[in-house]
T-cell receptor, first 112, second 115 residues
Framework: DTEVTQTPKHLVMGMTNKKSLKCEQH?????MYWYKQKAKKPPELMFV???????INESVPSRFSPECPNSSLLNLHLHALQPEDSALYLCASRQGMNTEAFFGQGTRLTVV | AQTVTQSQPEMSVQEAETVTLSCTYDTSESDYYLFWYKQPPSRQMILVIR??????QNATENRFSVNFQKAAKSFSLKISDSQLGDAAMYFCAYRSARAGNMLTFGGGTRLMVKP
């Protein structure tokens, strides 16, 4: 299994809603990441989890709340988002320092 | 801080022809990794090829090869015998070999393949 699975694939939410994005991998990777990608732009790092602990938060607003319940699962909880938060949210995982990152297919989020 | 620059927002190539995508980067480090990722309309970022900075030999993966010029800080991707399925956004990326560092992406190049 060499996949990073993200659900849902698409999500439309209102500015007062609470929703969650899910990312799962069964490759035994100990580092997991959330990226945000706007249209025609490169991915921007949001959070890094290493051994289930948050190691990097790239000054992301608190309306985005990551959670790593176990080594295979990474969530991104969303609350009170703004229309400008509409983007593709990508999850990635990596085994170790000298290995490449595997990416999921992303969740296309639209905030209305 | 490291920066990665892709100077070609869009490129096009005829099917079966060869195309080269450019990438330059800026770093003060000596030990790092460079990558080319492909992002088709399916949205998934797929690793095409990777290069370790300490290796002088250019990496190759089937129809994909790189021209790594460490002194010039240049890392171009050559796609030979282009296929329709190669059409995608291509991102050049840098990662330090130091612990904890993540990928720094270039702005991307949109590759179109003409039949």
């Amino acid at each position: 299994d060499t996949e990073v699975t993200q659900t849902p694939k698409h999500l439309v939410m209102g500015m007062t809603n609470k929703k969650s994005l899910k990312c799962e991998q069964h490759m035994g990777h100990r580092a997991m990441y959330w990226y945000k990608q706007k249209a025609k732009k490169p991915p921007e790092l949001m959070f890094v989890y290493s051994y289930e602990k948050l190691s990097i938060n790239e000054s992301v607003p608190s309306r985005f709340s990551p959670e790593c319940p176990n080594s295979s699962l990474l969530n991104l909880h969303l609350h009170a988002l703004q229309p400008e938060d509409s983007a593709l949210y990508l999850c990635a995982s990596r085994q170790g320092m000298n290995t490449e990152a595997f990416f999921g297919q992303g969740t296309r989020l639209t905030v209305v | 801080a490291q920066t990665v620059t892709q100077s070609q927002p869009e490129m096009s190539v005829q099917e079966a022809e060869t195309v080269t995508l450019s990438c330059t980067y800026d770093t003060s480090e000596s030990d790092y990794y460079l990558f080319w990722y492909k992002q088709p309309p399916s949205r998934q970022m797929i690793l095409v090829i990777r290069q370790e900075a300490y290796k002088q030999q250019n990496a190759t993966e089937n129809r994909f090869s790189v021209n790594f010029q460490k002194a010039a800080k240049s890392f171009s991707l050559k796609i030979s015998d282009s296929q329709l399925g190669d059409a995608a956004m291509y991102f050049c990326a840098y990662r330090s070999a130091r612990a904890g560092n993540m990928l720094t992406f270039g702005g991307g190049t949109r590759l179109m393949v003409k039949p």
